[in-house]
């Protein structure tokens, strides 16, 4: 029976989660509402731009227009004022020239006639009346030069705003999280053949559910997607959860993003322990180096607890300079790469149990298991276990990854790169092992946030039988 105090807690924790709903939703509005003053003050802006650019490119056609109808009517006029000229020139030439001949005709005299005659048929004969071209050279019509708008005023009538493409839908059916690969699908409700890209979003978070308004990473963008799909590929789950959103871009606009999809992204993370590393490693985020001179990252603390601290023990000195993860395996199958230094004089890596102190020896005991490097004498690769080894005949990859089945109670080792598997170890965990490692005279990193790749697991099926070569060590 619940009791009233539990009861109460439950509904304290609902109505926080409640009121933190409510707050990010407020934020979110509050967002809006400035988003919508700030859009809608761009979007009016660019309209009135619009409307002065078409307005200027109007002006400057209706000027040119009326300079060539300038050009024409001064042309015309030029030519039919000549002619005019020339014709006026000419009729009242040969208006003399009448005048004369009635007046010789009307002449009493009769001496002279003939010559008379003669002289007034050679000056018409010669006479710019008889030369004259009677059409005229321009016409008066400007018809040529008339407009009719009807076409382009329906067009103009018909400005309106662009289409905005319509809102896609992600699939979270078919999306697919595999090997720290994300392929997200979606679809538009209706066709669209306008649809030019796709612009798809993601950002990484630890909250199920709808973006808060104060998310602690950003979102990413992709552009440029031809497709309906989008993979995204060499990711690092470090985090939960990967938010998604999508929105579908025409030549000229974009439309609304989509409704925001979570999808989970269960990986192996952890960080190395600086605390629990040997006073010899410097130990950086995911990245450990040998360091002779006590380790950067632990001198503080050394000079610290240099009184009755296990760090001053003459075993400190030793080359057992081991490293462990902050993080615990009690359960599932997990995976993690890690990359070393093939020079190094001594490196291993492996699990061990948290009671393994750090200046034991990986493999050594019943609580380590690993895989190890020696550079001594000649470079070999070693299974070791309980104080137990078996060289492997393989080439030393520079990359190595570590499958761990621990409800299986089976630890595998691969070349990274290639998926070869290594080695196998098969046990039955006791309790929670942690990842650990060790390096002497050199240097490793650490790749964490990786998904059993498909290759690991399709080989574990694949190799389900325990052989005999790993049966001695465990």
């Known amino acids: 029976v619940t009791s009233p105090q539990e009861s109460l ?19 979110f509005l509050k967002q809006s509402l400035q988003n919508v003053e700030v859009n809608a003050s761009r979007v009016q802006e660019d309209l009135e731009g619009e409307f002065s650019s078409l307005h200027a490119v109007l002006d400057e056609m209706k000027d040119s227009m009326v300079t060539r109808i300038k050009q024409e009517k001064a042309g015309r006029v030029y030519e039919l004022q000549n002619q005019l000229s020339a014709c006026t020139k000419a009729l009242e030439s040969s208006e003399e020239l009448l005048e004369m001949a009635n007046q010789t005709l009307c002449s009493s005299e009769t001496g002279g006639f003939s010559q008379a005659a003669k002289d007034i048929k050679d000056s018409v004969t010669m006479a710019p009346a008889f030369r004259l071209s009677l059409k005229p050279k321009a ?8 407009v009719d708008f009807t076409q382009e005023r329906n067009m103009l009538m018909g400005i309106k705003f662009l289409p905005v493409p319509v809102t896609p839908e992600i699939l979270v059916s078919e999306c697919q999280v595999c ?32 973006p808060r308004a104060r998310e602690e990473y950003p979102w990413m963008v992709v552009e440029g997607i031809r497709q309906s799909e989008y ?12 938010t998604f959103r999508v929105k579908a871009c025409n030549k000229a606009v974009a439309g609304e993003f989509s409704e925001p999809v979570t999808l989970e992204t269960p990986a192996f993370h952890f960080k190395l322990d600086a605390s629990s590393a040997h006073q010899n490693l410097r130990v950086e985020d995911l990245a450990v180096e040998w360091d002779s001179s006590g380790g950067k990252v632990q001198e503080m603390r050394k000079e610290k607890n240099r009184t009755n601290s296990p760090m001053n023990s003459p075993a400190s000195t030793s080359k057992n300079s081991l490293s462990f993860c902050d993080t615990m395996i009690d359960a599932g199958q997990q995976y993690w790469e890690v990359r070393f230094d093939k020079e190094s004089k001594a490196f291993a890596a492996g699990v061990a149990l948290r009671t393994l102190g750090r200046f034991d020896q990986l493999g050594k005991s019943s609580a380590s298991w690993c895989l190890h490097l020696n550079n001594w004498l000649q470079q070999s690769l070693t299974a070791k276990h309980n104080n137990k080894a078996r060289t492997l005949d393989c080439p030393i990859p520079d990359r190595i990854g570590v499958y761990c089945n621990f409800d299986e109670g089976i630890l595998s080792f691969y070349n990274a790169r290639t998926k070869q598997l290594l080695h196998t170890f098969r046990t039955k965990f006791q309790q929670p092992v942690v990842p650990a490692f060790m390096v002497w005279n050199g240097s490793f990193s650490v790749h964490t946030g990786l998904q059993v790749p498909s290759m690991v697991q399709s080989g574990q099926r694949r190799n389900s039988a325990t052989s005999s070569s790993n049966a001695s060590l465990t």
């Open 179 to 210: 090997d720290n690969t994300i392929t997200v699908v979606w679809m538009l409700p209706e066709p669209d053949s306008k649809i030019d890209h796709y612009i798809l979003e993601h950002r990484r978070t630890n909250h199920e559910g709808p």
């Open 231 to 242: 993979t995204l590929t060499g990711l690092r789950f470090d985090t939960r959860f990967m």
């Open 139 to 146: 016409s008066d019509s400007m018809s040529h030069m008339m």
């Open 9 to 27: 807690r439950k509904i304290c924790t609902t109505l926080a989660l409640k009121n933190e709903e409510i707050q990010n939703f407020i934020c």
